[in-house]
């Protein structure tokens, strides 16, 4: 684990090896611009993604309680395209734009759910450097908005199956910290970010690297 604390404002980030749902914080959870929840089959969203864990940990497997949830959080958001059953026979069909974030209240957490990666419709997830730095500041944004400063944690976006442009994960983990610095000292988002990486990934990441980048800002 590595962390700084800033000053003017002042804020900590973190980055360690854990579980992004057993953090005690409102969490980012990476969608695709249809925000699909399926995971029947695992060809619409993976069994193993961080979507998948929302479902299971957070709404108990209730797919129709999330999808309701979401389209309430989304109700005031634009639609950008709404595809039609022939082209896209299995899925969500209405597009939002990328960057989109639905608030999600449950318990005593908020989860941001960002569109980062545009799902095709023959369900494969494609997302770029741009779509990401564009959604990480939609969702400070949303959390400096929403959140009063609460702990907030992230995954490494874009590093599993709707993969940024073979970014690495220290790639991706500097891109989400330059972010959150850049719109930290505009205005306050939260007091802690923590950036949780998947222990399966834990060797993809060198942390003392991480630490030298965290320190150069």
């Not at 994960?169 to 000292?185: C, D, G, N, P, T």
């Amino acid at each position: 684990m590595v962390s700084r604390d800033f000053t003017r404002p002042n804020f900590r980030i973190t980055v360690k090896v854990g579980d992004l749902f057993s953090e005690e914080a409102d969490l980012v959870i990476g969608f695709t611009d249809v925000f699909d929840t399926s995971t029947d089959g695992g060809d619409i969203i993976s069994p193993r993604s961080v979507q998948a864990q929302l479902l299971s940990r957070v709404y108990s497997g209730d797919e129709e309680g999330l999808d309701d949830a979401l389209e309430d959080a989304l109700r005031n958001h634009r639609v950008s395209f709404i595809e039609s059953a022939s082209a896209k026979p299995r899925g969500k069909r209405k597009r939002y734009p990328i960057g989109t974030v639905a608030v999600l209240s449950r318990q005593t957490a908020k989860y941001y759910c960002v569109a980062y990666s545009r799902m095709s419709n023959s369900l494969s997830a494609q997302s770029s450097v741009d779509n990401l730095w564009n959604c990480l500041s939609g969702t400070w944004g949303s959390v400096a908005e929403n959140g009063h400063l609460r702990p907030l944690a992230i995954p490494v976006l874009g590093s599993d199956l709707a993969r940024v442009d073979n970014l690495d994960h220290e790639s991706l983990i500097k891109m989400v910290i330059l972010s959150f610095v850049a719109r930290s000292r505009e205005a306050t988002v939260s007091r802690k970010l923590t950036i949780v990486v998947h222990p399966d990934n834990f060797e993809t990441v060198d942390l003392a690297e991480v630490r030298a980048f965290l320190y150069s800002l």
